[in-house]
């Protein structure tokens, strides 16, 4: 099975704001990151999404996006932001190749906005986001992380605003990475099934044949440009069609969110410079550790000790 049918590629440089930085040595370089996106782009990979953490607050970000947004092998580069920083970069974003914007949006009362994302500012975000729009990218979505009591109450009022505003919006289902104690993930899970009733209770929901090679399933809303997408990892696993891979900002090559398979790209770039083959040859040969599927159980300790903040989205 090639490098092409069972990936796309993904960057994670970032551990975003409020968070501890890594020292520069264990990172990866925007050269190295660059290398390694056209290794995947060579070998028949056509879609890149840049994720995080927030990458936007990566100094000279805009330098790796555009020598990957410009290469002629790859058809789209992505990235998803927590939309801070997307008021002031939406227009350079788009001159750099970036084709698609996703901004998560957990809530848009402010003050829950602010515990949820500690200390993130609502009004900065929307601007942004209405900056995205008006400087014309392919799509702009907005991705929910949907709890009960937390912000399951604001399910139609965050639809509504998707459907006002021509954007699309995915409703995801919490995934057990990493060891918490604010909150019984059993208590506060949310089915994609829940979020459907609750919508279908206001609007029609029109299953959509459309898909953008990710994990969210598709619905329309009749009168409506705005996708509703629905991500499912517990309820409704997509694990059969994943075909994503995942690179974090210390050059692991992470083959599934839900288990611990990797490959460290960062050894074999730093111990090897300029031996492409060799990086060529270790991606094909990590494709062959990719797992079957993941295993989620939110009534048991998960086993996945990282953060979504470090992997990526």
């Known amino acids: 099975m090639s490098v ?73 580069l992505a990235l998803t932001t927590n939309g801070s920083q997307l008021k002031r970069l939406a227009l350079p974003l788009k ?21 949820i994302t500690r200390n993130g500012n609502l009004n ?11 400087a014309g990218f392919q799509r702009v979505k907005i991705n929910t992380v949907v709890m009960k009591n937390r ?9 509504e605003y998707a459907l006002d505003n021509d954007l699309d919006i995915s409703f995801i289902e919490e995934m057990p990475l ?11 899970f949310c089915s994609s099934r829940e979020i459907r009733e609750i919508i279908g209770e206001k609007y029609d929901l029109v299953p959509s044949t459309i898909t953008t090679g990710g994990p969210s399933r598709y619905w329309s809303v009749p009168g409506y440009e705005s996708r ?34 990797s490959v460290d790209l960062r050894a074999v770039i730093r111990s090897h410079p300029g031996d492409n083959a060799r990086l060529t040859d270790t991606i094909v040969n990590a494709m062959t ?15 996945i000790l990282r953060f979504m903040n470090t992997t990526g989205g």
């Open 95 to 115: 001159k750099s190749g970036v084709r698609r914007i996703n901004v998560s949006l957990d809530s848009l009362q402010p003050e829950k906005f602010r515990k």
């Open 124 to 134: 900065h975000v929307l601007a942004g986001i209405s900056s995205a729009k008006k």
């Open 151 to 159: 912000n399951d109450e604001e399910i139609i009022d965050l639809t």
């Open 289 to 303: 550790i990719k797992p079957e599927r993941h295993y989620f159980d939110l009534n048991e300790k998960p086993k």
């Open 4 to 76: 092409t049918d069972r990936c796309d590629f993904r960057c994670v440089y970032c551990m975003g704001e409020n968070m501890t930085f890594l020292p520069r040595s264990q990172i990866l370089s925007l050269e190295e990151l660059d290398i390694i996106g056209r290794a995947f782009i060579n070998l028949g990979v056509k879609k890149i999404r840049v994720t995080g953490g927030e990458p936007l607050v990566r100094k000279n970000v805009l330098t790796l996006l555009t020598r990957l947004g410009h290469n002629k092998g790859l058809n789209e």
């Open 228 to 261: 509703l997408g629905f991500i499912s990892p517990h309820s409704e696993n997509f694990c059969a069609d994943c075909n994503r891979v995942r690179l974090t900002a210390e050059g692991k090559l992470l083959l599934c969110l839900g288990n611990e398979h």
């Open 178 to 188: 990493g060891e918490i104690d604010e909150h019984n993930r059993a208590l506060t």
